[in-house]
C-alpha cells in the first residue's frame, strides 16, 4: 500500500481506483478508509477515486500527539502531493466533511470542486447534537446500538445487520481515538468559509441528529455560491444507506 509523508515526517496510507479526473473522498472521525467501501463503486466508473487513512488509524502512522481538522488537511495535501496532483474533486462526510472545509480553505488551489456531507462549521457556529444523544453514546453498554441508530434508519438496520464500515476502526489505539475527538471537537472554520472559491455542494439527512440537519443551510448560507441539498428520511448514513440518491446527486454536480 502506498504512503505519502507529510511535512513533520507521518507516513500516512492512501488508496486508488478507478479512472478518469481524481476524486479524493474523506471518511468520518475515527474511521479509516473503509467508510467508503459500500459507496466507492458508485464513483470509480467517472473518477479515479482516492481515499486515506487518517493518522490515527488504519495503515498510517499513529502519533500520541495533538491532532487537528486543518492538520489532518495538510495531510490530504500530502497525499496530492505523492500522487503528483496538482488539483483534485474533494467529497467529505462528518468529519472528513470538516477537514475539506480546510482543504479548500487553506489549499485553494488544490480544490476544483467541494462537496460536504453532514458536517459543521463547528460547535462555536454551527448546530451541536443533544446533551442527550452525548450522554447516550457515553455510555458503553449503548455506544454501538446508539450510534447504528444514529447513522441508520430502523427498516434499513432491520434488513442489514451488518457488519457496518462507519462504526469506527477497531484497531485504531485509545489515544488516537482521543485525539481524533479532540479534533474534531475543535474544529471551527467559520471565519475561513466565506473564502472558499471551490464550487461547492452540501449534502445532509433531513432526519440527521448526529449532525443536525440545520447545519446544511447554515454552509450554504456562509460559502459563496454553495446549494445545499437535503435527503429525506436520511439520517447520519445518508451517502450509505440513501447512496442511490446521493451519488447521483454528486456525480451531477461534479459533471
Given at each position: 500500500?502506498?504512503?505519502?509523508?507529510?511535512?513533520?515526517?507521518?507516513?500516512?496510507?492512501?488508496?486508488?481506483?478507478?479512472?478518469?479526473?481524481?476524486?479524493?473522498?474523506?471518511?468520518?472521525q475515527s474511521n479509516n478508509h473503509t467508510w467508503w467501501d459500500p459507496v466507492?463503486?458508485?464513483?470509480?466508473?467517472?473518477?479515479?477515486?482516492?481515499?486515506?487513512?487518517?493518522?490515527?488509524?488504519?495503515?498510517?502512522?499513529?502519533?500520541?500527539?495533538?491532532?487537528?481538522?486543518?492538520?489532518?488537511?495538510?495531510?490530504?495535501?500530502?497525499?496530492?502531493?505523492?500522487?503528483?496532483?496538482?488539483?483534485?474533486?474533494?467529497?467529505?462526510?462528518?468529519?472528513?466533511?470538516?477537514?475539506?472545509?480546510?482543504?479548500?480553505?487553506?489549499?485553494?488551489?488544490?480544490?476544483?470542486?467541494?462537496?460536504?456531507?453532514?458536517?459543521?462549521?463547528?460547535?462555536?457556529?454551527?448546530?451541536?447534537?443533544?446533551?442527550?444523544?452525548?450522554?447516550?453514546?457515553?455510555?458503553?453498554?449503548?455506544?454501538?446500538?446508539?450510534?447504528?441508530?444514529?447513522?441508520?434508519?430502523?427498516?434499513?438496520?432491520?434488513?442489514?445487520?451488518?457488519?457496518?464500515?462507519?462504526?469506527?476502526?477497531?484497531?485504531?489505539?485509545?489515544?488516537?481515538?482521543?485525539?481524533?475527538?479532540?479534533?474534531?471537537?475543535?474544529?471551527?472554520?467559520?471565519?475561513?468559509?466565506?473564502?472558499?472559491?471551490?464550487?461547492?455542494?452540501?449534502?445532509?439527512?433531513?432526519?440527521?441528529?448526529?449532525?443536525?440537519?440545520?447545519?446544511?443551510?447554515?454552509?450554504?448560507?456562509?460559502?459563496?455560491?454553495?446549494?445545499?441539498?437535503?435527503?429525506?428520511?436520511?439520517?447520519?448514513?445518508?451517502?450509505?444507506?440513501?447512496?442511490?440518491?446521493?451519488?447521483?446527486?454528486?456525480?451531477?454536480?461534479?459533471?
Amino acid at each position: 500500500m502506498p504512503h505519502a509523508t507529510t511535512p513533520d515526517g507521518q507516513r500516512i496510507a492512501y488508496q486508488v481506483r478507478g479512472e478518469g479526473q481524481p476524486l479524493v473522498l474523506l471518511a468520518g472521525q475515527s474511521n479509516n478508509h473503509t467508510w467508503w467501501d459500500p459507496v466507492r463503486a458508485d464513483f470509480e466508473a467517472s473518477y479515479r477515486t482516492i481515499t486515506l487513512d487518517w493518522r490515527g488509524t488504519g495503515d498510517s502512522d499513529k502519533p500520541d500527539e495533538v491532532y487537528s481538522t486543518p492538520g489532518f488537511a495538510d495531510d490530504v495535501v500530502a497525499v496530492l502531493d505523492d500522487l503528483g496532483l496538482a488539483a483534485a474533486h474533494v467529497y467529505g462526510t462528518s468529519m472528513g466533511g470538516r477537514v475539506a472545509q480546510w482543504v479548500a480553505i487553506n489549499h485553494p488551489d488544490r480544490v476544483n470542486a467541494l462537496v460536504l456531507g453532514c458536517t459543521s462549521p463547528g460547535a462555536a457556529h454551527g448546530y451541536e447534537r443533544s446533551q442527550e444523544i452525548r450522554r447516550a453514546l457515553a455510555d458503553p453498554k449503548r455506544t454501538g446500538r446508539v450510534l447504528l441508530e444514529l447513522m441508520y434508519t430502523p427498516a434499513w438496520l432491520a434488513a442489514n445487520p451488518g457488519p457496518h464500515p462507519v462504526l469506527g476502526d477497531r484497531n485504531m489505539p485509545s489515544y488516537a481515538k482521543a485525539r481524533h475527538l479532540v479534533a474534531s471537537n475543535k474544529h471551527d472554520a467559520w471565519d475561513g468559509l466565506p473564502s472558499i472559491t471551490a464550487p461547492t455542494l452540501i449534502l445532509h439527512g433531513s432526519d440527521d441528529v448526529f449532525s443536525p440537519a440545520a447545519n446544511a443551510p447554515l454552509l450554504a448560507n456562509r460559502i459563496p455560491g454553495a446549494r445545499a441539498e437535503l435527503i429525506h428520511g436520511a439520517r447520519h448514513a445518508y451517502f450509505h444507506e440513501f447512496h442511490t440518491t446521493a451519488g447521483p446527486l454528486v456525480l451531477d454536480f461534479l459533471a
